[in-house]
């Protein structure tokens, strides 16, 4: 019986970049872990696991039959997007659920956004709730204040799948079908290589991590930490600086550059705070420090391939995560068992492959901006 899975990335180009996706790599919390992994010369952990201790299984384990899909179609079911702010990973994202929706004749009837506030993103789900919806599709903002946010999506029967974060307390397989993410500790290790070897493995650097409770960017910037100090021991690590809002980046990396002037690198958790970082390298005329950061960005895309001061960013496989979910949600309506936490491998971005890495993360061409 033929089944249906997530679309695999086609030519031997994205092939290639896909294959270039690291193993599994560990981590723990924003702190010590990595001096203590480099000072001991262990190899960082293998594993990753989900908010509630979920282990990882691949996008691949999500498969529907012939037979389900058919069910599916048949049952005309709707579905909404509650996301928890705009991007163009996100727009990416729901692309690609989009078009694995529109395979399973499940139409799409909202799709909201909530620039990272908890209360707008509660009154987007009472507005989605009220175009009854078979399937919600979210990312929480706040995990606590989601918990009573998605209670009338729980309590009224619908299929909740969710991208990364769940409200606190709920359990996939019980009040969600799953999470779908990317691998974590892989998008790690890859920017601690692309910096690592872009500073000929030595040197300080500076490290701007997301200072909040959420399990998805904390082991993702804990991964960085722990590779980077097991793979480049002399690369010190001399600024770790935290920021609840992305949009006072510019501020954290400018104290930090009058603190540590010596510092020729910057990690960043994610782009879209990291261009506020790469605005304060500018004011400061600072184009000796190099940034990497997740997510494909158009603005740093064009920084990078203008040789400025970003050299790579990691792709999420974005389409794939879209389509994962899309799957989950047939898994949901069908009351089929589904993997607790299933991960994408993310892929390394330097301006030698950016136009292929972004067809096959964002599946469009970059932005002329980026592609010159």
């Not at 919390?29 to 989900?50: H, I, R, T, V």
């Not at 606590?144 to 946010?149: G, I």
Request: glycine share 8%; net charge negative.
């Amino acid at each position: 019986m033929t089944a249906i899975t997530r679309r695999t990335r086609g030519s031997a180009l994205t092939a290639a970049l896909l294959a270039a996706a690291l193993v599994l790599a560990g981590c723990s919390s924003n702190g010590s872990d990595s001096e203590a992994a480099s000072a001991s010369g262990a190899k960082p952990s293998l594993e990753f696991a989900g908010p509630n201790g979920e282990k990882p299984e691949s996008l691949d384990a999500l498969k529907l039959t012939d037979d389900e899909a058919a069910k599916v179609r048949a049952g005309k079911y709707r579905a909404a997007f509650v996301w928890h702010t705009s991007s163009e990973y996100v727009s990416a994202v729901e692309k690609g659920a989009r078009k694995q929706f529109e395979d399973l004749g499940i139409k799409v009837v909202s799709s909201t956004q909530a620039d990272f506030d908890a209360a707008t993103q509660a009154n987007n789900v009472q507005s989605v709730m009220a175009l009854d919806p078979d399937i919600v599709v979210t990312i929480a903002v706040d995990a606590t204040s989601a918990a009573k946010a998605f209670k009338p999506v729980v309590d009224a029967g619908k299929t909740l799948v969710v991208m990364t974060t769940p409200p606190a307390g709920y359990k996939a397989g019980k009040d969600f079908v799953s999470i779908v993410t990317e691998s974590l500790t892989d998008a790690g290790r890859a920017n601690a290589e692309i910096l690592g070897d872009a500073l000929g493995k030595k040197g300080k650097i500076g490290y701007i991590y997301y200072d909040a409770d959420f399990w998805f960017t904390q082991q993702r910037d804990q991964a960085f930490l722990d590779w980077t100090g097991f793979s480049y021991p002399d690369i010190d690590v001399v600024a770790k600086e935290g920021f609840a809002d992305e949009a006072r980046t510019e501020e954290v990396a400018t104290a930090m550059l009058t603190r540590h002037p010596d510092i020729k690198g910057i990690y960043v958790s994610w782009a879209t705070a990291a261009q506020g970082v790469v605005s304060a390298l500018r004011n400061a005329g600072r184009s000796d420090v190099k940034v990497v950061t997740n997510d494909l960005d158009a603005t740093l895309g064009a920084d990078m391939t203008d040789g400025g001061n970003v050299i790579g960013m990691v792709g999420n496989g974005s389409l794939d995560i879209g389509r994962g979910l899309a799957i989950s949600a047939a898994y949901g309506v069908l009351d089929k068992p589904a993997p607790s936490l299933v991960a994408s491998p993310p892929v390394k971005v330097t301006k030698d492959n950016v136009a292929e890495a972004w067809k096959a993360d964002y599946g469009t061409k970059p932005p002329a901006s980026v592609a010159k």
